[in-house]
C-alpha cells in the first residue's frame, strides 16, 4: 500500500508564493506519474497539474505560467511551485499518485490566498 503526505499549504496574500510538497512512501512498484488537483468549497475537484515518469508535463489553463509542477524521483516526491497566486486558487490541494498496480490519493492540503 501508498500513502502520500502533502505539506506546505497555508495563508498567502494575492500574488504571493507557495511550495507544496508530496512524497510517496510505502511499497511503490511502478509510478507513472503524479499530480496535483483541488477543491474549493462548493466545487468539484478539478485537475491542476501532472508530471509523467519521464518528466512531460500537463497544466490546467487556469495556472499556465504562474504554477510550475517538478519531481525528485529518487526522493519520490512531487512539488507544485504556485506564484502569482490569486484568491480563485483557494482550496484543498490533493496529491494524486497513478501507480501500478493502484492509485492513490492525499489526505490535502488546504492554500487560502487572501486579497
Known amino acids: 500500500q501508498v500513502q502520500l503526505v502533502e505539506s506546505g499549504g497555508g495563508l498567502v496574500q494575492l500574488g504571493g508564493s507557495l511550495r507544496l510538497s508530496c512524497t510517496a512512501s510505502g511499497t511503490i512498484y511502478s509510478i507513472h506519474a503524479m499530480g496535483w488537483y483541488r477543491q474549493a468549497p462548493g466545487k468539484q475537484r478539478e485537475f491542476v497539474a501532472r508530471?509523467?515518469?519521464?518528466?512531460?508535463?500537463n497544466y490546467a489553463d487556469s495556472v499556465k505560467g504562474r504554477f510550475t509542477i517538478s519531481s525528485d524521483n529518487a526522493k519520490n516526491t512531487v512539488y507544485l511551485q504556485m506564484n502569482n497566486l490569486k484568491p480563485e486558487d483557494t482550496a484543498v490541494y490533493y496529491c494524486?499518485?497513478?501507480?501500478?498496480?493502484?492509485?492513490?490519493w492525499g489526505q490535502g492540503t488546504l492554500v487560502t490566498v487572501s486579497s
Open positions: 494524486h499518485l497513478q501507480h501500478w498496480p493502484a492509485n492513490a
Open positions: 508530471i509523467s515518469s519521464d518528466g512531460a508535463t
